[in-house]
């Protein structure tokens, strides 16, 4: 059964860095775009950065370009999302997300929060 389980949130101040992880069982990621979103309080879930399965090719949202970092290391069942210069608007619930053939997965989420 496909599973996708993120970690690697916590608590850190202004300016800190954070590395997630969403890490896959009973599938291989190989070949399939993944994506990473966020939820703040009161706020729509938001697409925050994705990389290609076929090319490694990334996007980035606007808000968080130059900041964040997404790689997927080959020999690794795990995509990474490493956060630098973190400001208190990226505090939110991370997700991870992977779609097969039309059909969404979603990890359980990890708490980042950015405050002093």
């Known amino acids: 059964q496909l599973q996708l389980v993120e970690s690697g949130g916590g608590l850190v101040q202004p300016g800190g860095s954070l590395r997630l992880s969403c890490a896959a069982s009973g599938f291989t990621l190989d070949y399939y775009a993944i994506a990473w979103f966020r939820q703040a309080p009161g706020k729509e879930r938001e697409g925050v950065s994705c990389?290609?399965?076929?090319?490694?090719?990334?996007y980035y949202t606007d808000s968080v370009k130059g900041r964040f970092t997404i790689s997927r290391p080959n020999v690794e069942n795990t995509v990474y999302l490493q956060m630098n210069s973190l400001k208190p608007e990226d505090t939110a619930v991370y997700y991870c997300?992977?779609?097969?053939?039309?059909?969404?997965?979603w990890g359980q989420g990890t708490q980042v929060t950015v405050s002093s």
């Open positions: 990389i290609s399965g076929r090319d490694g090719s990334t």
């Open positions: 997300n992977l779609n097969v053939l039309g059909r969404d997965y």
